[in-house]
């Protein structure tokens, strides 16, 4: 079997990598020894251009990665003007999302936020975020949901910055390693947000059997250092986690969904259409059930339904923290199966340092068995 050697690539003493939305765990990671990658998509370019100051400011000359979105598929005209595609939210479901939360004691209006939730997956953005991400000291360029495109594979080779794709099948992996990508990071089921349909445990080695030559990183899952060594020890690379990130003193989130975290189990999770259009993993709460019921609207294709869904869940968090009771039943996340076995929050380097402990002793627990 083909060893790859992610840390000589990227420069990393530990090849556990952090995807987050929160420029303080991307940096708090990377110092730790690991690899911190930041969601870039959801910042404007002039917001992008702030975090990876900041992280730059603040990483201590480590190294870092950028995750950008480029969606393949998408419902609406990709030359459509925001006013245009807002225009194409039909009435009941708007009337269907003020509904829901009205009965959970919140004023809603489908208007709040909405053009910016068009503007990020706009094609024209996505380049100008790379712009900025190239503009700074990555290590790393990642990209989801969708075919790398060609024109980011060029930009970064000229950049010498290696590329990385998320994958959710051996289909996949192999379009992306044709298409010139340097890193597969092969996401099972069980991982927070979009994900496929197979298991972790089956796709990573499915993957590295099929695309040999590339370093492929185990992702979906895995919140533990035994998870990591699990995966490293059927031939992974590396492990590409997140959800575990979100528990941490540090993340994006607020305290109403920290709290829930900490509670919930791996089956409290669900794979559904009612954030973002395309199936991916959250925690379930009211939402997801309201969208589950029989008279229903059926929710809409990306970005239509993250307009509707992404104001009216955060407007929901914000409520809850501040104490609205109503509010909280509403409040969800990207989240994946692990969740279940994270029973805290810590700091992210703490994360980090348990990682590699759990790491380690996993390997010894092996080595000892085969010396046994």
């Known amino acids: 079997m083909m060893r790859h050697d992610v840390g000589a ?3 990393i003493d ?11 765990v991307v940096a708090a990671v990377s110092r730790a020894g690991g690899f911190g990658v930041l969601g870039g998509t959801r910042f404007s370019p002039e917001g992008l251009e702030e975090e990876l100051a900041w992280i730059d400011a603040h990483v201590g000359g480590k190294p870092y990665g950028v995750d950008i979105v480029f969606p393949e598929n998408q419902a609406v005209d990709a030359v459509q003007s925001p006013a245009e595609i807002i225009a194409q939210l039909p009435q009941r479901h708007r009337d269907f999302v003020v509904d829901i939360m009205a009965a959970h004691g919140l004023d809603f209006s489908v208007e709040e936020g909405v053009s910016s939730i068009v503007q990020a997956t706009a094609t024209e953005i996505g380049e100008q975020l790379l712009d900025v991400a190239f503009r700074h000291p990555i290590r790393l360029i990642a990209s989801a949901l969708g075919l790398a495109p060609q024109g980011m594979i060029e930009r970064a080779r000229a950049h010498g910055v290696p590329v990385a794709a998320l994958v959710g099948s051996k289909e ?8 010139g990508v340097d890193i597969l990071v092969a996401q099972g089921t069980e991982a927070g947000g979009h994900c496929g349909e197979v298991s972790t445990l089956v796709l990573v080695p499915e993957v590295i059997r099929a695309v040999p030559h590339l370093p492929v990183l185990a992702a979906g899952g895995i919140v533990t250092g035994r998870q990591m060594a699990g995966m490293m020890a059927m031939g992974a690379a590396g492990a590409w986690t997140g959800t575990v990130w979100l528990a941490t003193t540090e993340s994006e989130v607020g305290d109403t969904f920290r709290e829930k975290m900490v509670t919930a189990r791996s089956r409290d999770t669900v794979r559904s259409r009612a954030r973002t259009g395309k199936l991916c993993r959250q925690l379930r709460s009211d939402w997801h059930d309201a969208w589950d019921a029989p008279d229903a609207p059926p929710p809409l294709g990306m970005p239509l339904q993250s307009m509707l869904a992404v104001p009216a869940l955060n407007l929901a ?3 809850a923290d501040s104490g609205r009771t109503g509010a909280r039943d509403l ?11 994270i029973e805290n929050v810590r700091s992210a380097t703490a994360v980090v340092q348990e990682f590699k402990e759990d790491f380690a002793e996993a390997l010894i627990g092996l080595s000892e068995a085969f010396a046994g």
């Open 317 to 319: 968090e914000r409520a």
């Open 172 to 179: 996949q992996a192999l379009r992306q390693a044709e298409a």
């Open 14 to 24: 530990f090849p556990l990598f952090a995807f987050s939305h929160c420029r303080d």
């Open 331 to 341: 409040v969800s996340y990207y989240v994946g199966q692990g969740i279940g076995l």
């Open 9 to 11: 690539i990227l420069g």
